[in-house]
């Protein structure tokens, strides 16, 4: 069975550094990772995600994670933070090799950026 | 506009009184889910739907019913509502190809007393 964690429930980074939001997985298969960003009072939004190829995928809103097979990761980056992407951020990832199972999400971090 | 459209957004509602919470997309998509959303547990599937018909048990279908006789539409009913069962409801859908993720209904929050 496939799992996530997200091992912070809070970050906390102030306005205009890096920031980045953990998330590792397990799968049996190969995995299909990505990243949703929820905004108060509004459903989830998709950012990005990692299928194949280049282990560094760019998203939405200049936001970026890294694919890190070895240490079974997907780490969410951006390098200048903003005050207005304080919001949840859930990962997820799908076992690419059956098609009849569905996502399974983490838990959520919650971003607070600091003016 | 491409969306998934849940209505109603908020609902109380009493012990045991039945009730549907619909969904509706309008992407053609072969994907449907229900999840339930709670603090500290994150999403957790509740059904999903593969096609017309086709309908499968997520992590915690215990209390709910689904049914898929259109393409479109969804719906997510409680026969016999309990305070448990007070939560966020998002419903979901996505193409049936691999690599696509969800596109999310904006939620209802469903309080049971």
């Known amino acids: 069975a496939q799992s996530v964690a997200q091992p912070e429930d809070q970050v906390n980074v102030a306005e205009g550094n890096p920031l980045t939001v953990k998330c590792t997985y397990s799968?049996?298969?190969?995995?299909?990772l990505f990243w949703y960003v929820q905004y108060p009072n509004r459903g989830l939004q998709f950012l990005l995600k990692?299928?194949?190829?280049?282990?560094l995928v760019k998203g939405s809103y200049g936001f970026e994670a890294e694919f890190n097979k070895s240490q079974t990761s997907f780490h969410l980056k951006k390098p200048s933070a903003l005050v207005s992407d304080s919001a949840l951020y859930f990962c997820a990832v799908r076992d690419g090799r059956n098609y009849g199972q569905n996502f399974v999400f983490g838990p959520g971090t919650r971003l607070s950026v600091l003016p | 506009e491409a969306q998934v459209t849940q209505n109603p957004r908020y609902l109380i509602t009493v012990t045991g009184k039945k009730l549907t919470v619909t969904c509706s997309q309008n992407?053609?998509?072969?994907?449907m889910s229900w999840y339930r959303q709670d603090p500290g547990l994150g999403l957790r599937q509740i059904y999903y739907s593969m096609n017309v018909e086709v309908t499968d048990k997520g992590d915690v279908p215990e209390g709910y019913k689904v049914s898929r006789k259109e393409k479109r539409n969804f719906p997510l009913i409680l026969e016999s509502p309990s305070p448990n069962q007070t939560s966020l409801y998002f419903c979901?859908?996505?193409?049936?190809?691999?690599?696509?993720?969800?596109?999310f209904g904006s939620g209802t929050r469903l309080t049971v007393v």
């Open positions: 979901a859908s996505r193409p049936q190809g691999a690599g696509y993720g969800y596109t």
């Open positions: 990692y299928i194949t190829g280049d282990n």
């Open positions: 992407m053609n998509h072969e994907y």
């Open positions: 799968v049996s298969g190969n995995p299909y």
